[in-house]
C-alpha cells in the first residue's frame, strides 16, 4: 500500500533563507507525486506535481521539488522564502485506487 | 479567487440541528469530493461523485448525506452531528474522478462548530 511520510511537522526559517521540506512515499505502481498547500483559513492549492519526465519540477511561488527514485523522496525547496509563504504543505501521492494519499502536514513557519 | 464557492464559511449547530454544507462549481468538472479536515491534520476523503453519482463512500456514518443535484452542486446535509464532527469541510472537484493529473481544486471550506 502506498504512504506518505513527511519528516517535520514543523520549520521555522528566517524571512530570505532557504528552505527545504521533507518527504518521502512508498509505492509499488507508477509514481504520481504531489505538493499542496494551504494558507491560514483557506483551503488546499496545488503547488507542483511530478507525473513523468523530468525529476526536477517546478511550480508556482518559486517553489521547486526533485523526484529521488532511489531515495523515494519528493522534497519540496525554495531557495529565499517570504512571510507570505508561511502556510501547512501537504505531500500526496496518488494511490493505486486513484485517491490521494496525503502526508501528516509540514507547518512552515517564516519568521521576520 | 478560487473557482470552488462553498456556504456557509461559519456554521455553529447543536446535537439536534438540521443544516446544509453547499458547494458550488463552474469549471465544467465531472467529479466532485467532500473532506473532512481537522485542525493540524490532513484532510480525509468522505465522498466522491462522478458524473453526479455517488462513486465513494468511505463508511461515513448516516449523519452526513450528500447530495450531487447537477454536475455543478454538492450539498452535504447535517442531522444530528456530534460535538467530535467539529471540523473544516472542504469540497473539491476535479476533471474526472482521480484523474491522473491529480489536482483536485479546492475550495475554501465551512468551518463547523456542532455544540
Known amino acids: 500500500a502506498q504512504s506518505v511520510t513527511q519528516l517535520d511537522s514543523q520549520v521555522p526559517v528566517f524571512e530570505e533563507a532557504p528552505v527545504e521540506l521533507r518527504c518521502n512515499y512508498s509505492?509499488?505502481?507508477?509514481?504520481?507525486l504531489f505538493w499542496y498547500v494551504q494558507y491560514p483559513n483557506q483551503g488546499l492549492q496545488l503547488l507542483l506535481k511530478y507525473l513523468s519526465g523530468s525529476t526536477l519540477v517546478k511550480g508556482i511561488n518559486g517553489f521547486e521539488a526533485e523526484f529521488n527514485k532511489s531515495q523515494t523522496s519528493f522534497h519540496l525547496r525554495k531557495p529565499s522564502v517570504h512571510i507570505s509563504d508561511t502556510a501547512e504543505y501537504f505531500c500526496a501521492v496518488k494511490g493505486n485506487t486513484g485517491k490521494l494519499i496525503f502526508g501528516q502536514g509540514t507547518t512552515l513557519q517564516v519568521k521576520p | 479567487d478560487t473557482e470552488v464557492t462553498q456556504t456557509p464559511k461559519h456554521l455553529v449547530m447543536g446535537m439536534t440541528n438540521k443544516k446544509s454544507l453547499k458547494c458550488e462549481q463552474h469549471m465544467g468538472h465531472r467529479a466532485m469530493y467532500w473532506y473532512k479536515q481537522k485542525a493540524k491534520k490532513p484532510p480525509e476523503l468522505m465522498f466522491v461523485y462522478s458524473y453526479e453519482k455517488l462513486s465513494i463512500n468511505e463508511s461515513v456514518p448516516s449523519r452526513f448525506s450528500p447530495e450531487c443535484p447537477n454536475s455543478s452542486l454538492l450539498n452535504l446535509h447535517l442531522h444530528a452531528l456530534q460535538p467530535e464532527d467539529s471540523a473544516l469541510y472542504l469540497c473539491?472537484?476535479?476533471?474526472?474522478?482521480?484523474?491522473?493529473?491529480?489536482?483536485?481544486?479546492f475550495g475554501e471550506g465551512s468551518r463547523l462548530t456542532v455544540l
Open positions: 509505492s509499488s505502481v507508477s509514481v504520481y
Open positions: 473539491a472537484s476535479s476533471q474526472e474522478r482521480f484523474a491522473n493529473t491529480g489536482e483536485l481544486f
